[in-house]
Nanobody, 124 residues
Framework: VQLQASGGGLVQAGGSLRLSCAAS????????MGWFRQIPGKEREFVAG????????FYGDSVKGRFLISRGTPSTLVYLSMNSLKPEDTAVYFC??????????????????WGQGTQVTVSS
């Protein structure tokens, strides 16, 4: 699976951005896709995930109620709509994909494929 993330940028606090992740290759048997974020010196943090077959979604506590993960058209597109952005949302955002149900949905180690990352900067 190949993943191409896009849509990052600079936004003021309270604003919105939408990230896109285009998946290609063998997406038929995927278990889930997710978004993670990372700032320098910190561990990669789970943001949101979506089960590939059921489209059930899950969110990290810090983004619940503000971010929305969804699949687009074609269905190999996954979006992360980010609203009410805060300066602490500033990070490099990565999309990721996994086969198999082993490990929790928010586990970095459970994902086998990663996109290149896109920078999101929220100014105060």
């Amino acid at each position: 699976v190949q993943l191409q993330a896009s849509g990052g940028g600079l936004v003021q606090a309270g604003g919105s951005l939408r990230l896109s992740c285009a998946a290609s290759g063998n997406t038929f048997n995927l278990y889930a896709m997710g978004w993670f974020r990372q700032i320098p010196g910190k561990e990669r943090e789970f943001v949101a995930g979506i089960h590939w077959s059921t489209s059930t979604v899950f969110y990290g506590d810090s983004v619940k109620g503000r971010f929305l993960i969804s699949r687009g058209t074609p269905s190999t597109l996954v979006y992360l709509s980010m609203n009410s952005l805060k300066p602490e949302d500033t990070a490099v955002y990565f999309c990721a994909a996994r086969y198999g149900a082993r490990g929790s949905l928010d586990s970095v180690q459970a994902y086998q494929y990663w996109g290149q990352g896109t920078q999101v900067t929220v100014s105060s």
